[in-house]
Nanobody, 122 residues
């Protein structure tokens, strides 16, 4: 069974940084692509980045390039999302997701964490 647990969300001022973590099992990390999505109130779930289980290749949505970095921490069995220069419009619930196949849209992922709230406000 694939289990994903997000952590690291919170309140941050504009221009600040946060690092989110998605904790999972070693098996999941080695056999499933992991992705980060976010969903703001009243909006659709939006893809941020995904990372391959095979070679660690990272894919970023065009609108997310530059301020977001996805990475795998094999030692701790996590996939992290480093977020820099945060803006109020980044306020959303952030989710990690897993699937056997690496995709960029939410319907392509079968397994989801519970989400972690990120609020960017002064």
């Amino acid at each position: 069974q694939v289990q994903l647990v997000e952590s690291g969300g919170g309140l941050v001022q504009p221009g600040g940084s946060l690092r989110l973590s998605c904790a999972t099992s070693r098996f999941t990390l080695e056999h499933y692509a992991i992705a980060w999505f976010r969903q703001a109130p009243g909006k659709e779930r939006e893809g941020i980045a995904s990372i391959s289980s095979i070679d660690g290749f990272a894919y970023y949505a065009d609108s997310m390039k530059g301020r977001f970095t996805i990475s795998r921490d094999i030692a701790n069995n996590t996939v992290d999302l480093q977020m820099n220069n945060l803006k109020p419009e980044d306020t959303a619930v952030y989710y990690c997701a897993a699937d056997r196949y690496m995709g960029s849209t939410a319907p392509e992922y079968d397994y989801w964490g519970q989400g972690t709230q990120v609020t960017v406000s002064s």
